[in-house]
């Protein structure tokens, strides 16, 4: 019988976030700080938005763009959060979830063989995307003693004449890092001298902590070179509606739209006319979990430095990134045993590269009271182990 699959796939390797998701959901007393995902209900006015247009009989599809009411949304949103203008027509993509749009983003923009910038640690899903679509990842190994932040030099050597796009993931998933808008100025010269593109993945921008998210396509020259990725589940508590969104260049959108459109169709209508609620009222809920989420971190980093982990501070998303080398065991290593030993899962840092290898990630998208539990059973691991 003729091999059925796809060899591409079939060796692509599935998400580590999912393996130890999946074995403490079936421990009975486990505590999981594993899964990017906010605590938090949707905001009640945002779900009767939605319940709202399910009782008008709002179920039929949209445009392949999505809603003209939302796409003007995003347009304001973007205008008043970042100083971005954009044309709702011509320029924005409504997506199920900021996963598509990255997807859809590189499928559009990859020729066979062109190079793909990725500094990791970071999120799982760009690497594998750009094999599927044919493209080659190059890795950025970011450093410790840099705070996970890209720099220029880190960009510059990394750059060959087949280089085509920088992925830059930051408010980071998993560090917290971020770029300020001195530091991005810097890569943004780059991106122009070599004529490069950005895939600026913006999922986080709204957790921010003690300095405003600036994004790299607010630079002069870099909004026709950058596509922007935002979305609704980490900052309104929407991770179930599965909705997200790319702003950029118009000749871009128009191919990631050709795409969308065969492969999804339109993002759920329901969905879209909760977001377009989100963006209208929502800042008091962002600003709400943001508050909290930021006692959580400061709470979470203590607990680990007084531990005797290293942990830088994280300024942005709602991950922390500590050090177990001490410990003398791998990122694996330690996030099995504790797993069994104490029941509390975290995610070991090699989910997010190779040069993740002696972290963890800590997500502290969790009360306070799971928190104290979970980083009180670390704790007494550390003391075991140490």
């Known amino acids: 019988m003729r091999n059925p699959l796809n060899n ?83 320029d924005v993509l409504v997506t199920v979830g900021g996963s598509e749009a990255i997807d859809a983003a590189l499928r559009a923009m990859i ?11 970071s999120y799982v899903s760009y690497l594998p995307c750009v094999l599927l679509a044919d493209g080659k990842p190059v890795i950025i190994e970011l450093k410790h003693e840099n705070n996970f932040k890209l720099t220029k030099q880190e960009l510059l050597d990394s750059i060959t004449d087949k280089t085509k796009i920088l992925v830059l993931p930051f408010p980071n998933n998993p560090t917290g890092a971020i770029m300020t808008e001195e ?26 902590y003690g300095t405003k998210h600036v994004s790299i396509a607010s630079l002069p020259g870099m909004k026709e070179r950058t596509i ?5 589940s980490k900052s309104y508590a929407m991770t179930g509606w599965r909705l997200g969104y790319a702003a950029g260049p118009k000749e871009i959108i128009e191919q990631m739209t050709k795409i969308h459109q065969f492969a999804i169709m339109c993002a759920p209508t329901t969905s879209q006319y909760a977001a377009v609620e989100a963006l209208r009222a929502g800042d ?57 030993e104490e029941k509390v899962a975290v995610v070991p840092g090699t989910a997010f590269g190779d040069c993740g290898e002696g972290f963890l990630r ?22 075991k182990h140490r």
């Open 183 to 208: 530091e991005l100025k810097e890569i943004a010269e780059v991106i122009i001298e070599k004529d490069l593109f950005v895939l600026s993945d913006e999922i986080y921008s709204e957790l921010t």
């Open 111 to 121: 020729d066979e063989g062109d190079e793909v910038l990725i500094p990791q640690p």
């Open 284 to 340: 008091p809920d962002v600003e709400m979990m943001r508050d909290d989420y930021d006692k959580r971190r400061r709470y979470v980093v203590n607990a680990l430095q007084e531990m005797g982990l290293e942990c830088f501070e994280p300024f942005g998303a709602f991950y922390v990134f500590p050090c177990i080398k001490s410990l003398g065991m791998t990122s694996d290593e330690f996030a099995n045993a504790l797993l069994q």
């Open 8 to 90: 591409k796939v079939v060796n692509i390797q599935p998400s580590g976030i999912r393996k130890f998701f999946d074995i403490v959901s079936e421990m009975k007393d486990a505590i999981s700080l594993g899964v990017g995902e906010p605590d938090f209900d949707t905001p009640w006015h945002i779900r009767e938005e939605g319940i709202y247009s399910l009782e008008k009989g709002k179920t039929f599809y949209t445009s392949n763009s999505g809603l003209v009411e939302l796409r003007k949304e995003i347009c304001n949103y973007l205008y008043r959060r970042c100083n971005l203008t954009y044309d709702y027509r011509h």
């Open 362 to 383: 800590i997500s502290y998208a969790y009360s306070i009271e799971n928190l104290k539990e979970a980083l009180g059973r670390m704790a007494r691991f550390v003391k």
């Open 228 to 232: 922007v990725i935002n979305g609704f």
